[in-house]
Each structure stands twice: as C-alpha cells, then as structure tokens.
T-cell receptor
C-alpha cells in the first residue's frame, strides 16, 4: 500500500524564521508531488507542485525533491502568522491513468508573532 | 473561474439515517473525486470519476456508500445507513491542467456529524 508520511507536529516557529516541513513516500515510481495548505475548517488549497529533482521556488515557498531518497520538503521563508495552518503533502500515483493523489496526514504549523 | 461547489456545507444526522451530498466541479473538468477527511488525517480518496464513468472506487464502502455522476458534470455521494465513524468532512475535487500538468482543486467540503 502506498504511504505518505509526515511529522504531525505541531511545529512552531517565530515570525520571520524559516519553517521546514518534510514528507517521505513509499512508491518509488511516483512522479508528481504537491503541497496543499489547509486552514482550520477550510478545504485544502494547492500552494506548490514539483516534478523534477532539485528545488522549485515560488515567492516565499521552496519545494525540494529528492527521488533517490523518496523525500520531498517545503520551506517557508520569512514565516508569517498567516502561514499558520496544516500543510498536506500529496503524491500522485504513478500507475496507469488513475491520476490519484495519496495524502499524508499533514503537519500543523504555528507561526508565533 | 468559479471553483468547485458543494452542498450542504454542514449536516447533522442520527446513525442509521441516510444523507446525500452534491458537487458541481469546475467547468470543463472531466475528472471528479470524492474524498473523506477525518479530523486530524489527510483526505482519503473514496471514488474517482472520469466524465460519467468510475475510474476507481476501491476504497468506497459499497455496503453503505454510493456515488453517481450521471451526465458527466454534477455528482452526488450518498450514505445509507450512516454510522458514527462516518463523521468527517467530505471533499469534492475536480482536476484540470495547470502549467502543463494536471492539478486537483477542492471544494469547500461538507462537514457531517453522525450522532
């Protein structure tokens, strides 16, 4: 069974610091990786996706992918209290045309003012 | 572009009752998903449609859950009879292409409480 593992947290960082969120996955053939942000009581919102090894930057967010280690991370620079949310890592199934996402359980991030 | 619409937003029922949820995907999105998200967990896929056909329903508890997408647009998810453990948020998502890649977008969800 395909698994996506995240530290559940909570992770607390001071405002302005770098928040580092980590995710490992079991399916070596996975091709696409997504980070969703979910505020309490809200639905998941896509913030980043990455397909190639290395780093991908978008504003204050950087996604890092290492397929050999089956590891994907999300860095949030200059963290703001508004970044406080649960961050879900999702991995797209590599098999056939199903195009399904398998989600981790999420890491709860709190940015302290 | 309008997002994924879901209704109702909240529902409280007693165990053994039935309930139905409705979803309208983003216009033009052929693929529609229903997820169950239990508090403190990530979303778990229940069923995936491509147009009006089922692609995967392997994690759908078929003894009590059913879903349909008759005209390839709107979809309904039904639970009959409901159990206490069905208390969760039911998320509908549809997928389209962004930046050359397929991306899922979620609706606001229906929060179900079974008493």
């Amino acid at each position: 069974q395909k698994e996506v593992e995240q530290n559940s947290g909570p992770l607390s960082v001071p405002e302005g610091a770098i928040a580092s969120l980590n995710c490992t996955y079991s399916d070596r053939g996975s091709q696409s990786f997504f980070w969703y942000r979910q505020y309490s009581g809200k639905s998941p919102e896509l913030i980043m996706f990455i397909y190639s090894n290395g780093d991908k930057e978008d504003g204050r967010f950087t996604a890092q992918l290492n397929k050999a280690s089956q590891y994907v991370s999300l860095l949030i620079r200059d963290s703001q209290p508004s970044d406080s949310a649960t961050y879900l890592c999702a991995v797209k199934d590599s098999s056939g045309s199903a195009r399904q996402l398998t989600f981790g359980s999420g890491t709860q991030l709190t940015v302290l003012p | 572009e309008a997002g994924v619409a879901q209704s109702p937003r909240y529902k409280i029922i007693e165990k053994r009752q039935s309930v139905a949820f409705w979803c309208n995907p983003i216009s033009g999105h052929a693929t529609l998903y229903w997820y169950q998200q239990i508090l403190g967990q990530g979303p778990k896929l229940l069923i995936q449609f491509q147009n009006n056909g089922v692609v995967d329903d392997s994690q759908l508890p078929k003894d009590r859950f059913s879903a349909e997408r008759l005209k390839g647009v709107d979809s309904t998810l039904k639970i009959q009879p409901a159990k206490l453990e069905d208390s969760a948020v039911y998320l509908c998502a549809s997928s389209g292409t962004s930046g050359g890649r397929e991306t899922q977008y979620f609706g606001p969800g229906t929060r179900l409480l079974v008493l």
